[in-house]
């Protein structure tokens, strides 16, 4: 969630290399664990913005996997991040962003700059849920800014509307012309197999 969270800009990229230099600080398994699979996430975009530090960080799991000192598993892990790094991230099925999660143009982003080892308000009176008065009009501000973010889905939708309603009243039309034409063919080519219309003539002729 963190790693995705810096992906998309919403975190600066100094929280991603002080949790893993934290992680990685006294190494254990699940510390180790946790730091390759939280690399996979955020290495793309680390690349992008702050390539020296993403250097720093695995010359770090490079001198873990000498010592040795933690589990087969886990030396097995590192080389795999290291073989996902050699290949490229995207390459290996981990973008920094999917594209279909590319909403949010980058001048439009707010990124927050904060530190591990600044003091933050929980703000635990958040998971207390209370009655907003204002809940209509808080709402009607929330889809303003859901608007100039993401544009009106309304208005796609509209327009998608009216074109798919122009090609079906098109496809319609043609449609009739193909029946109307093989009407006409059907009825061009009917032959009467019967002779009704040969012994109706000879009954007029010699009777």
């Given at each position: 969630f963190l790693a995705h969270l810096i992906n998309q800009g919403v975190l600066h990229e100094?929280?991603?290399?002080?949790?893993?230099?934290?992680?990685?600080e006294n190494p254990s398994d699940d510390s180790v664990e946790m730091a390759v699979e939280f690399c996979k996430e955020v290495g793309a975009y680390l690349?992008?913005?702050?390539?020296?530090?993403?250097?720093?960080?695995?010359?770090?799991?490079?001198?873990?996997?000498?010592?040795?000192a933690i589990d087969r598993r886990c030396q097995y892990m590192i080389e795999g991040l290291f073989a996902v790094r050699k290949a490229g991230f995207e390459a290996s099925g981990h973008p920094a962003v999917q594209p279909a999660l590319d909403l949010v143009e980058d001048e439009d982003q707010i990124t927050h700059e904060m530190s591990l080892d600044d003091k933050h308000d929980p703000q635990a009176i958040l998971n207390v849920f209370r009655e907003d008065p204002e809940y209509e009009a808080h709402e009607a501000q929330y889809r303003t800014i859901v608007k100039e973010l993401l544009g009106d889905d309304d208005e796609e939708?509209?327009?998608?509307?009216?074109?798919g309603a122009a090609a079906s009243g098109s496809g319609e039309e043609e449609s009739d012309d193909e029946e109307e034409q093989q009407r006409?063919?059907?009825?061009?080519?009917?032959?009467?197999?019967?002779?009704?219309?040969?012994?109706n003539l000879r009954r007029t002729i010699y009777l």
């Open positions: 100094l929280l991603a290399l002080e949790m893993l230099i934290l992680l990685l690349q992008d913005v702050a390539p020296a530090g993403l250097h720093s960080v695995f010359e770090r799991f490079r001198a873990i996997l000498h010592e040795g939708e509209e327009q998608g509307g009216e074109g006409q063919q059907q009825q061009q080519d009917i032959e009467d197999e019967t002779g009704t219309n040969l012994v």
